[in-house]
C-alpha cells in the first residue's frame, strides 16, 4: 500500500510565503502524477495544482496561478507547493494527491491525510 505524506503547512500572514512537500511511500507503485487540492471550511474540495511524471506543462487553478508553483523530485517521489503571495481566502486543509493507476481520473487518486494551511490579514 501507497502512503502519501504532507509537511510544511502552517499560520502566516497575507503576503508570506509557505512550501508544502508530500512524499509517496510504499511498495511497487508508479506514479503518473502528483498534485494538490484544498477543502476550506464549509466549501468543496478544489483543485490547485498539478503536475505529471510523464513531462508537460503543470496545471494550475485559476486562482492561484502566478502565485503557487508545483514542482517535483522523481527520485524521491515527492511533490512540492511553493505558495507566495498568500492571501486570507488561502485558508483551507490542503490535501496531496497522487494517480498511483494511470486512469488519469480524480476520483481514482490516493490521498494524504491533509495539512492545514490559515492565511490571516
Same mark, same amino acid.
Given at each position: 500500500? @501507497?502512503?502519501?505524506?504532507?509537511? #510544511?503547512? /502552517? =499560520?502566516?500572514?497575507?503576503? &508570506? ?8 511511500? /510504499?511498495? !511497487? ?5 502528483? #498534485?494538490?487540492?484544498?477543502?476550506? +471550511? ?5 483543485? @490547485?495544482?498539478?503536475?505529471?511524471? =510523464?513531462?508537460? $506543462? +503543470?496545471?494550475?487553478?485559476?486562482? @492561484? ?5 508545483? =514542482?517535483? &523530485?522523481?527520485?524521491? !517521489?515527492? %511533490?512540492? *507547493?511553493?505558495?507566495?503571495? *498568500? ?5 483551507? @486543509?490542503?490535501?496531496?494527491? $497522487? &494517480? ?5 481520473? %480524480?476520483? &481514482?487518486?490516493?490521498? #494524504?491525510? #491533509?495539512?492545514? %494551511?490559515?492565511?490571516? =490579514?
Amino acid at each position: 500500500q @501507497v502512503q502519501l505524506v504532507e509537511s #510544511g503547512g /502552517g =499560520s502566516v500572514q497575507t503576503g &508570506d510565503s509557505l512550501r508544502l512537500s508530500c512524499a509517496a511511500s /510504499g511498495r !511497487n507503485f508508479r506514479t503518473y502524477a502528483m #498534485g494538490w487540492f484544498r477543502q476550506a +471550511p464549509g466549501k468543496e474540495r478544489e483543485f @490547485v495544482a498539478a503536475i505529471s511524471w =510523464s513531462g508537460g $506543462a +503543470p496545471h494550475y487553478a485559476a486562482s @492561484v496561478e502566478g502565485r503557487f508553483t508545483i =514542482s517535483s &523530485d522523481h527520485a524521491k !517521489n515527492t %511533490v512540492y *507547493l511553493q505558495m507566495n503571495s *498568500l492571501k486570507p481566502e488561502d485558508t483551507a @486543509v490542503y490535501y496531496c494527491g $497522487a &494517480d498511483f493507476s494511470g486512469t488519469r481520473r %480524480v476520483g &481514482d487518486w490516493s490521498w #494524504g491525510q #491533509g495539512t492545514q %494551511v490559515s492565511v490571516s =490579514s
